[in-house]
């Protein structure tokens, strides 16, 4: 394990090979870098790069422009749990559960005037209410996947 010296010195390192640094600042939470602006101003392309470097070790690279300087803010990302696919999974289920019988159905049986649990406010409060909600919901968060693996991120 490095000692936080030597941490310092190897994230200034990261840094460096993506921005010039001229300033480190410690405080208890992350390390902020005072880099210089690139020559062609372009700061999205040295960020990614960094950001693609720095993820894989666990930390988290933020940019930001306070008081016109630009600052590289890195910290540590807290280990995470991955609780499986079975989360996921039941999490999936009982939304459709729930759209279908407390969404679909009751706004179908009202609408119609006829008995929560028939066949017909199931059916035709799926088909009306269930599908476009989850169809609208399910494109909504594959966009979310999408843009998070083109920015080599992880996703679940």
Known sequence: ??????????????????????????????????????????????????????????????LTRERGELLVHVQRRPKQRFTGRSVNLAMLVITIVTTVFFGGAWNW?????????????????????????????GFHEMGHYVVAKHYKMQAS
């Open 1 to 62: 394990m490095l000692s936080a010296d030597q941490e310092i010195e190897r994230l200034r390192e990261t840094v460096a090979r993506h921005f010039t640094v001229y300033g480190v600042v410690v405080t208890p939470l992350a390390l902020t870098f005072q880099v210089a602006q690139p020559a062609d101003g372009n700061v999205e392309r040295p960020f990614d790069g960094l950001r693609q470097e720095l993820v894989p070790k666990d930390y988290i690279p933020s």
């Open 109 to 137: 049986s009202q609408y119609v005037n006829e008995q929560l649990l028939s066949v017909d406010a199931i059916l035709n409060g799926t088909l009306y209410f269930t599908h476009p909600l989850l169809a609208i919901l």
